[in-house]
């Protein structure tokens, strides 16, 4: 498997080329070697002269040379940011879909801004799943902490209970376990799964789902995974976070999306990596947005990126020297 990276470069009215500018500085020169950026040069020339830089050496440029890009201003998005956001995700897909790019880090984009130029997916996720022909994915949260897959994701809260099914909790325990043991090096992942309701629904006095869904779920991904895997749960969620904290947990897989990401951005929020799982080819991102109201004002951290650059980095070797589980 080809262990080069791609980097899509993201809105470029937001902070997108100021990170990827700063996180590129911040490498060492074998990952410079490794990667390529899907974007326009001038844009990211621009970001990196703010910071009195130039190119780092090993850095590979896809440039896209529109001629509208050097008219592209930081916190002013336009249909010329938005179309061209678009043009760098479609270019650094047919790379990869063309072999030329193992892992891919996206820097933010603006959803609202796409869809303006005929981006007709929710995000990033329902992208690379329909464009790179992955039936099944799932977003997982990585920092230097916590680990966490999530079951359900942006669902609203009154909806959970109807959207968890035993199949769902299934694959999405099997997906956190085999990525951990082909991306991670885990040998045998201890996968803690948070239940839905206080205590765990203490035996039913607090709600069902567990007993109806959850334990399941559990079951059948025990039964598919065997002895390679020790599956722990449904795990009592206001202990499961700080348990997995303490190292008792690899990956914790959670119902919902806040349950997830709370403890998640308190514990990990600088370092937090948002990693899709279930596709052909490695796929990281910052744990934030296009931040409009600073973006060019060198005020945005380039902490998240960089670690999605370094997950990067490390899952695509580890994918392309070992073997899928």
């Not at 990667?35 to 990211?44: K, N």
């Amino acid at each position: 498997m080809v262990t080069r990276i791609g980097i899509s470069l993201g809105d470029p009215a937001g902070v997108g080329p100021e990170i990827v500018a700063g996180a590129l500085l911040a490498a060492d020169a074998e990952t410079c070697a490794r990667v390529v950026v899907f974007g326009d040069r001038v844009l990211l020339e621009r970001a990196l002269s703010h910071r009195g830089a130039t190119l780092p050496p090993g850095v590979d440029v896809d440039d896209r040379g529109a001629a509208e890009a050097a008219a592209i201003c930081p916190g002013a998005p336009s249909e010329a940011s938005g179309r061209a956001q678009v043009d760098y995700l479609e270019a650094a897909v047919a790379a990869a879909r063309a072999g030329r790019i193992g892992g891919l880090v996206t820097a933010p984009i603006s959803k609202s801004w796409a869809a303006r130029a005929g981006f007709r997916f929710p995000g990033h996720t329902e992208y690379l799943a329909d464009r790179l022909g992955a039936p099944d994915v799932a977003m997982m949260f990585a920092g230097p902490g916590l680990r966490v897959v999530l079951v359900t994701v942006h669902v609203a809260l009154a909806e959970v209970s109807a959207r968890l099914t035993a199949d769902l909790v299934d694959r999405r325990v099997q997906m956190a376990a085999r990525t951990l043991m082909r991306d991670f090096g885990v040998t045998r992942p201890r996968v803690g799964v948070v239940g839905l309701n206080p205590h765990a629904g203490e035996g039913g006095m607090f709600g069902g789902e567990e007993a109806a869904v959850i334990v399941p779920g559990i079951d059948a991904a025990r039964r598919a995974l065997g002895d390679a895997v020790d599956i722990r749960g449904p795990l009592v969620p206001d202990a499961a976070f700080r348990a997995a904290l303490a190292g008792d947990h690899d990956v914790l897989v959670a119902m919902y999306h806040d349950q997830a990401l709370i403890p998640v951005k308190l514990i990990d929020f600088e370092e937090a990596v948002n990693v899709t799982l279930g596709l052909p080819i490695v796929r990281t991102s910052p744990d934030h947005g296009t931040a409009y109201d600073i973006a060019g004002s060198g005020r945005a951290r380039v902490g998240s990126f960089s670690a999605a650059l370094r997950l990067a980095c490390e899952l695509t070797y580890r994918r392309a020297i070992g073997r899928a589980y």
